[in-house]
């Protein structure tokens, strides 16, 4: 099941029901090696990927596409309940982790350089239901791909759950 605001005024906000227990799908969020399998749209490649998951920790990660190159991004975690709750921010960055403004970064002017990303985990008869609330207009993020980047992800993480 999927389904996510319709408003264009609204930040992101994406609700998915996989068919695995919750701890499964909080893990495939917090192992690195969980997320290289399916952390990039298809026919791109998560080519960089380090992982410190404690609060205060960070993330450093590098999307790269076929048609518009490397996406670096680095972020920290704000808040991590187990098998509940994960909030990190996420930021353009260069490959040495440093901070980029959208633009520098290849990316619209109107992308905001930091976000925060909330994903919360809920089970029910043995199901989770994964909420994802980013802090950008979902106008901005359907424009520019980001939106449908998470959708196409978040259908790999399904398939991943499915083969454990």
């Given at each position: 099941?999927?389904?996510?605001?319709?408003?264009?005024?609204?930040?992101?906000?994406?609700?998915?029901?996989?068919?695995?227990?919750?701890?499964?799908?909080?893990?495939?969020?917090?192992?690195?090696?969980?997320?290289?399998?399916?952390?990039?749209?298809?026919?791109?490649?998560?080519?960089?990927?380090?992982?410190?998951?404690?609060?205060?920790?960070?993330?450093?990660?590098?999307?790269?596409?076929?048609?518009?190159?490397?996406?670096?991004?680095?972020?920290?975690?704000?808040?991590?309940?187990?098998?509940?709750?994960?909030?990190?921010?996420?930021s353009m960055s260069d490959?040495?982790?440093?901070?980029?403004?959208?633009?520098?970064?290849?990316?619209?002017?109107?992308?905001?350089?930091?976000?925060?990303?909330?994903?919360t985990f809920a089970e029910?008869?043995?199901?989770?239901?994964?909420?994802?609330?980013?802090?950008?207009?979902?106008?901005?993020?359907?424009?520019?791909?980001?939106?449908?980047?998470?959708?196409?992800?978040?259908?790999?993480?399904?398939?991943?759950?499915?083969?454990?």
């Amino acid at each position: 099941m999927k389904s996510a605001s319709n408003s264009g005024d609204q930040m992101v906000l994406i609700t998915r029901t996989f068919d695995a227990p919750r701890a499964l799908v909080f893990k495939a969020w917090s192992d690195p090696t969980h997320l290289q399998r399916w952390f990039a749209p298809r026919g791109c490649t998560l080519s960089h990927c380090v992982l410190d998951f404690r609060v205060g920790g960070k993330i450093h990660t590098c999307i790269s596409t076929p048609q518009y190159g490397d996406c670096w991004c680095i972020g920290a975690y704000r808040e991590i309940v187990p098998s509940e709750r994960i909030v990190y921010t996420i930021s353009m960055s260069d490959a040495k982790g440093n901070l980029v403004e959208s633009p520098d970064a290849g990316k619209a002017d109107d992308w905001p350089r930091d976000t925060v990303v909330t994903v919360t985990f809920a089970e029910d008869a043995g199901k989770t239901t994964l909420t994802l609330h980013q802090t950008v207009l979902e106008s901005i993020a359907r424009r520019t791909g980001a939106y449908p980047s998470w959708l196409d992800m978040l259908d790999q993480l399904a398939e991943v759950l499915k083969t454990g």
